[in-house]
């Protein structure tokens, strides 16, 4: 996944969750996303992409933006998708202020980072996907 979309003059395109469930389901027929996905390797990834650096886990980690552990829409893998693109410019905006770049992703971190952040919120009920 890219975020770079400074080279288009078109605005991209707000995903609601069914769009974004949808995208998942061809994607994972398309076997895009490695089925094995693993939490553990999320949570490293997480560190090593940078993401710590704006976002916290449980308190620990970069305060500019959402702390995953509480983060409201983190509850399924399409509403990861869906918030971290809709929130795509507004990290690209914060990028400058926090001295950290954005990483670009392949579908299999995605899985991993998905697998990573639903694992925060196990023990919850299952959250709504954002509309
Ligand atoms: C340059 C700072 C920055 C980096 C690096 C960054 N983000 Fe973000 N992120 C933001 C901002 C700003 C928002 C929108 C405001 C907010 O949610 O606090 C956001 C929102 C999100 C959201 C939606 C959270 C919510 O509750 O609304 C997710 C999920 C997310 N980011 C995932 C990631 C992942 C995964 C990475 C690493 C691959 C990452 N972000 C790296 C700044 C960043």
């Not at 697998?115 to 009920?125: D, G, I, T, V, Y």
Request: with cysteine.
């Amino acid at each position: 996944m890219s975020w770079g979309r400074k080279e288009r003059c078109i605005e991209p395109p707000k995903l609601s969750g069914q769009d974004t469930a949808d995208i998942l389901a061809y994607l994972y027929t398309a076997h895009y996303f490695d089925p094995r996905a693993s939490a553990r390797r999320g949570a490293n990834l997480v560190q090593d992409r940078g993401c710590t650096g704006c976002h916290a886990v449980r308190g620990k980690g970069g305060r500019a933006a959402a702390d995953f552990a509480t983060s409201t829409v983190v509850g399924t893998p399409a509403s990861v998708v869906a918030s971290m693109w809709n929130d795509g410019p507004r990290m690209e905006a914060a990028v400058p202020k926090q001295g950290v770049a954005l990483p670009s992703l392949s579908g299999q971190e995605l899985a991993d980072i998905s697998a990573f952040l639903n694992s925060l919120h196990k023990r919850e009920a299952p959250k709504s996907v954002p509309k």
